[in-house]
């Protein structure tokens, strides 16, 4: 079945800084992938996602993620940080079994 | 706020004990999903319902067991609890049966088991 792993458990930048989070999913074929965000205190919410055609995907709140399939990466940027990003990001995938596989997640801290 | 609502907010209760939490979903959202989330393990998907049928299992003790109502809102109950059960769970929900749609959160419950 497919998985992501998260290699990054915590991310500290000041403002203004560009981010670059880390997600590796487990083999090639078709895939499907998600990143999702948890701000401090709220619940989980789709940032984006990767289906098929572009490589490339924007997302809300400035995120973009590109999918290289020759690295099996989907990682997820901002070329500018707020504080506002503080929060957890979680990538995932679509399983065989009809549920989402979630990455261990990358704690962002944005400082002022 | 996603339209996803769970009760209640917080739980404690001690080891052996039985709790239920509960999931009411989006209007018009027929599938339920429920996770785990741990320091140590993640988030980890326990169990998934569609229009009131059990359509998906993942990491879901035999102590644990979930169901959904004629009126679509979902109950995860919680047997003979463990120290190591205690987690933030949340539910989903989404539309249609496909994982491949959009899942919206609830706020989760914490439960703390001591």
């Known amino acids: 079945a497919q998985s992501v792993s998260q290699h990054n458990h915590h991310v500290i930048l000041s403002e203004a800084a560009s981010l670059e989070l880390g997600c590796n999913y487990s083999?090639?074929?078709?895939?499907?992938l998600f990143w999702y965000v948890q701000y401090p205190g709220q619940h989980l919410q789709l940032l984006l996602k990767y289906f098929s055609g572009d490589p490339l995907v924007k997302g809300i709140k400035g995120f973009e993620a590109e999918f290289i399939k020759s690295k099996f990466s989907f990682n997820l940027r901002k070329p500018s940080v707020q504080w506002s990003d503080t929060a957890e990001y979680f990538c995932?995938?679509?399983?065989?079994?009809?549920?989402?596989?979630f990455g261990t997640g990358t704690r962002l801290t944005v400082i002022p | 706020d996603s339209g996803v609502t769970q009760t209640p907010k917080h739980l404690i209760t001690a080891t052996g004990q039985r709790v239920t939490l509960r999931c009411s979903p989006r209007s018009g959202d027929l599938s339920v999903y429920w996770y785990q989330q741990s320091l140590d393990q993640g988030l980890q998907f326990l169990i998934q319902?569609?229009?009131?049928?059990?359509?998906a299992k993942g990491n879901i003790l035999e102590r644990f067991s979930a169901q959904q109502f004629p009126d679509l809102h979902s109950e995860l109950n919680l047997s003979s609890l463990e120290l190591g059960d205690s987690a933030l769970y949340f539910c989903a929900s989404t539309q249609g049966l496909s994982v491949y749609n959009e899942q919206f959160f609830g706020p989760g419950t914490r439960l703390t088991v001591l």
């Open positions: 995932a995938v679509p399983t065989g079994a009809n549920n989402l596989f």
């Open positions: 319902y569609y229009n009131g049928e059990e359509r």
């Open positions: 083999y090639g074929g078709t895939v499907n």
